[in-house]
Each structure stands twice: as structure tokens, then as C-alpha cells.
């Protein structure tokens, strides 16, 4: 029985082998491959320093958030609280359907007001409340409070992370923004995402603050406001100008 998701999961495969295949590349991809337009690793990183620092810092919040917030967390809560496991997993199943409905609302907003403005507004709030609300769950562990801060902390999540894979795109040109991007998040994801799990249970044990990953988020949450702070100014004028160029056309 346990298998049956896995094997629903290889459909995934021939799916995104379709969606490749009969996805229209962007005006812009398309010009700078007929233009020949490539640069080398070494120049990339020469030339836009202040585009891979955001998109570090940013990859940098995201993986910490998620490994920890997300995935990490209910075992965390169950060990460290003494709440059961199943209701652990009910608080982050409840927290989830907010974070997707909500990464959705914020990848709109970002069209229209920016992907700047919706991820600090997002992210601020997430930075300032992970702390105190884990510590209120901590004094008082009950599934209702569990729920609550699950379903606070994933609604202000997700306001970040639904401008957060087009901002990192935005701020590399067409030539370098294959090269810069895979630097960025692979290099965040590895060290602050791979070892995240290693990180928090060495941070545990050496310090005794049993809320050490909760500080981890946070850390990379504050990490993220800089990264915000950091990247170009919003180009979805830009963007929609050149829509409504191809459309007229």
C-alpha cells in the first residue's frame, strides 16, 4: 500500500517531459540563442555580484524555511513538546492548504505591485512571529495552538515564496540566467538545505536551547530581508510592457 504513491509519483516523468517539449521558450530566450549571446562562469560572477548575493540570501531563506518549518518541524514539535506525531502532521496538513493558497495569491500580487514589496511584506511579519509563536506552543502544547501557528507562519510563508522563483530569474539577463541561477540555488540549497537537519540537532545538542531550529528559520529568515533589500528594482513593468507588445503583434 505504501508503494502506491511512489508509483503515482513516476507520472511526473513523462509530464514534465511533455510540458518541456510543447512549452513556447520566451521572446527574449529565443533572440539571445540566435544572437549566440554566453558568457563564462568566471565573468558571471565578475559582473553581477549584487544579483547572485540576492539570490543567495533569498535561496538561502527559502531552503532554511522549508527545511525546517516544513519538513523538519513535526518531528521537532513531537519530540521536543510531547505532542503526538499524527497530530503534529495534522497541524502542518492544515498549514500546507494555506501556504498553496497563498503562494498563489502572491504570485498575482507580485505582477501587479512587485516582487519586492509582496516578500518583505511577507517575510518581515514571518521573521518577527516564528520566535515568539514557537515559545507560546512550547508553554502551552496543545493541537489548537499547533494549528494556529502553522497556519499563521505558512500563510506568510508562502507570500514570500510566491514571487520568490520569478524574482530570482529577474535578476540575471537571458545570457547569464541559467548559469547564475544554478550557482545560487544549488550552492544554498546543499549547505543551508542538506545539512540542515545536521545543523539544527548539532545546535540542539551543543547549546541545550531546545528551540534551536526555530532560530535556524529565523536566521535565514532575516537572511531573506537582505536578500529582498538587495535585489534590482521590480521589473513587472517591464515584463507587462513587453506582453502587451507581443500580444499587439
Request: charge should be positive; include cysteine.
Amino acid at each position: 500500500m505504501w508503494r502506491i504513491p511512489f508509483v503515482i509519483g513516476l507520472l511526473i516523468a513523462p509530464l514534465g517531459w511533455w510540458i518541456r517539449r510543447h512549452l513556447e521558450e520566451p521572446e527574449e530566450s529565443v533572440e539571445a540563442r540566435a544572437k549566440g549571446e554566453t558568457t563564462n562562469l568566471r565573468a558571471t560572477l565578475a559582473k553581477y555580484p549584487r544579483a547572485i548575493a540576492a539570490n543567495l540570501a533569498l535561496t538561502t531563506c527559502a531552503t532554511a524555511s522549508v527545511y525546517t518549518f516544513i519538513i523538519y518541524m513535526p518531528t521537532f514539535v513531537a519530540r521536543q513538546f510531547n505532542i503526538h506525531l499524527q497530530d503534529a502532521f495534522k497541524a502542518q496538513a492544515i498549514g500546507l492548504i494555506a501556504f498553496i493558497a497563498t503562494v498563489l495569491v502572491a504570485g498575482a500580487l507580485s505582477d501587479r505591485y512587485g516582487r519586492k514589496v509582496v516578500m518583505l511584506a511577507s517575510l518581515v511579519p514571518y521573521a518577527l512571529l516564528i520566535y515568539p509563536l514557537f515559545t507560546w506552543v512550547q508553554s502551552a502544547p496543545v493541537l489548537a495552538n499547533l494549528i494556529l501557528v502553522y497556519t499563521v507562519l505558512s500563510i506568510f510563508l508562502g507570500g514570500f515564496l510566491g514571487p520568490f522563483s520569478t524574482a530570482l530569474g529577474e535578476q540575471f539577463p537571458t545570457k547569464v540566467r541559467s548559469s547564475g541561477l544554478a550557482i545560487c540555488y544549488n550552492l544554498s540549497v546543499m549547505v543551508f538545505g542538506g545539512f540542515a537537519q545536521f545543523i539544527v540537532t548539532w545546535l540542539i545538542q551543543s547549546t541545550g536551547v531546545t528551540l534551536a531550529p526555530v532560530l535556524y528559520a529565523l536566521a535565514g529568515s532575516v537572511t531573506g530581508v537582505i536578500g529582498c533589500l538587495l535585489i534590482l528594482p521590480d521589473t513587472r513593468l517591464e515584463l507587462r510592457e513587453s506582453v502587451l507588445r507581443s500580444r499587439a503583434i
